[in-house]
């Protein structure tokens, strides 16, 4: 089995700063596309930002220049730097990823089960 295991649960005003990370184990083969999306209440799930195995990001215009997706392969972790924080980022995190197990064929979709982060005025 997979799993995925988020942690950078916070409380930061806004301006402030705040790191997410979400750590994969299990049979894993290859982990392909990490990927973060957030949602609020509400509001549909959004992807925030997607990182491939080599490590190409992107991300969605709102936080374009303020977030920061990296991994560190060799540890099976994926972060998500957030910057210059805003009341309308508040929302539960959720991590993503594409991973494909040690017999598998081809990749599937885990989640993490979500972080709450909240940013106060």
């Known amino acids: 089995q997979v799993q995925l295991v988020e942690s950078g649960e916070g409380l930061v005003q806004a301006g402030g700063s705040l790191r997410l990370s979400c750590a994969a184990s299990?049979?894993?083969?290859?982990?392909?596309?990490m990927g973060w999306y957030r949602q609020a209440p509400g509001k549909q799930r959004e992807q925030v930002a997607l990182i491939t195995s080599g490590g190409s990001a992107n991300y969605a215009d709102s936080v374009k220049g303020r977030f920061t997706i990296s991994r560190d392969n060799a540890k099976n972790t994926m972060y998500l730097q957030m910057n210059s924080l805003k009341p309308e980022d508040t929302a539960v995190y959720y991590c993503n990823a594409n991973i494909r197990t040690w017999r598998a064929l081809q990749g599937m979709n885990y989640w993490g089960q979500g972080t709450q982060v909240t940013v106060s005025s």
């Open positions: 299990g049979s894993i083969f290859t982990i392909n596309d």
